[in-house]
């Protein structure tokens, strides 16, 4: 039997019924192989998904406007600062390190892209790539600690935590902010597509990826390799098809509460979480330096003797981590409309985190993907999203969004115990 579970083939638990199959095998074959995996503890992103679905019949039913069309667009908004920043810290973790200044790493970069265009007079595609080699200056320098040194990796960022926050202070005082103005920049968050390319752009993800799905099953059929039935192919594309299209129409209808002004059309923060999901999905799944990073995590020592350079791997993710964060700190920056001494602070990290670790990846290395990030993203801001909309106080927040968290490291330490005990860990 063929398993994605390996570190040689990505050391990635796949959530749907691609593994274990091989080219005799029927759909029913490829459920009940799912259901077996599920069962021994290879569950990828199936609890986040499944409580995903259960917070939007909660809250749907406790409150009318949660459904509605200008509510899921700010819902969008709300978790598109999270979902990149939980990108980045998916590279870190697949390590089984920690980034505790990813936070504030990005509320320096968003200060450094902010003081740029306000002060420098630079155009705003100048200061935006300022604010990422900020980040990616930040990520090796952790990076280089961390490896070189040997330094544990919750203690370098704690330290980079209390230290960047000090860089923040001095660029712009305690206290003080600088607002993000540009129509570009703060038209991310707060503006939309036209409709018509809200549509070209969803029709156009559903037919690549049922191209690339309908490829990959005839190559792998042709070279006679493992691979999942036809059925299952067709399901994934329809799955993928409803939600993007369903999301797309949603967001088309005009959601404006003014009824003499229109507000239609997909975020622009939304086709940019797409493209990084896709380069970050392609990145860990499809090259050898993501294989790398899968086998690293998985078992250093291995790794290390099957000639991959451990040390650079690590660097490398500490500066993908920081980069990410720097494009979240400005995507936060863009939504609050300033960036001030507190930005990455506070509980952004601990959310981000939480999102990563909610959406399946692992907190002990070797498993997790983009999607988790994304996933557990949309769940953190619609925890915060729905209680906001139920009047609820700020604490019964701070314990669900706490409570669910642990639930997600619950089940990834029972997992991984199941995996162990059955022989797929």
């Not at 968003?110 to 790539?129: G, N």
Request: proline fraction near 2%; include cysteine.
């Amino acid at each position: 039997m063929t398993t994605l579970g390996s570190p040689a083939g990505g050391a990635v638990a796949a959530s749907d019924f691609a593994a274990d199959t091989h080219s005799d095998a029927g759909f029913g074959d490829a459920v009940r192989a799912y259901v077996r995996r599920v069962r021994g503890g290879d569950m990828g992103s199936l609890p986040a998904v499944l409580g995903l679905i259960v917070l939007f019949v909660v809250f749907g039913l406790a409150n009318d406007r949660f459904m509605s069309a200008l509510n899921l667009a700010n819902l969008i908004t709300q978790a598109g600062s999270i979902c990149v920043l939980a990108m980045g810290l998916v590279f870190v973790l697949l390590l089984g390190d920690i980034d505790l200044s990813a936070g504030v790493a990005g509320g320096v970069s968003a200060c450094v892209m902010a003081l740029t265009i306000v002060e420098a007079q630079w155009p705003w595609w100048a200061a935006v790539l300022a604010g990422i080699a900020c980040g990616a200056a930040i990520g090796l320098a952790i990076g280089v600690l961390r490896a070189k040194l040997g330094i544990p990796s919750f203690v370098v960022t704690l330290a980079f935590f209390l230290g960047l926050q000090g860089v923040t202070l001095k660029l712009i005082g305690e206290g003080g902010s600088v607002r993000v103005d540009n129509p570009v920049i703060r038209g991310l968050t707060v503006s939309n597509l036209p409709v018509t390319v809200g549509w070209a752009i969803a029709f156009a993800v559903v037919v690549g990826f049922g191209a690339l799905e309908v490829w990959q099953y005839q190559r792998k059929r042709s070279l006679q390799l493992a691979h999942a039935p036809l059925g299952v192919v067709i399901a994934r594309v329809v799955a993928v098809a409803a939600v993007v299209l369903g999301v797309t129409f949603v967001l088309s209808v005009n959601r404006s509460v003014n009824p003499n002004v229109q507000i239609r059309g997909v975020p622009y923060v939304l086709p940019l979480i797409l493209v990084l999901l896709i380069a970050m999905t392609l990145l860990l799944k499809r090259t050898a330096y993501g294989r790398h990073i899968y086998a690293v995590g998985g078992n250093a020592e291995a790794a290390r003797r099957a000639g991959i350079s451990v040390n650079r791997i690590r660097v490398s993710v500490f500066i993908a981590c920081s980069s990410l964060a720097a494009l979240s700190g400005i995507i936060a920056a863009s939504y609050a409309g300033k960036v001030s001494a507190s930005s990455g602070a506070g509980n952004t990290l601990l959310y981000a985190v939480g999102a990563a670790v909610i959406g399946g990846t692992s907190l002990f290395g070797g498993r997790g993907r983009a999607v988790d990030a994304v996933i557990g993203g949309v769940v953190v801001a619609t925890i915060a999203n729905g209680l906001g909309l139920l009047n609820q106080s700020s604490y019964i927040n701070f314990l669900v969004t706490g409570g669910v968290l642990l639930l997600a490291a619950s089940v990834d330490a029972i997992s991984r115990r199941r995996r162990s005990s059955t022989g797929l860990g």
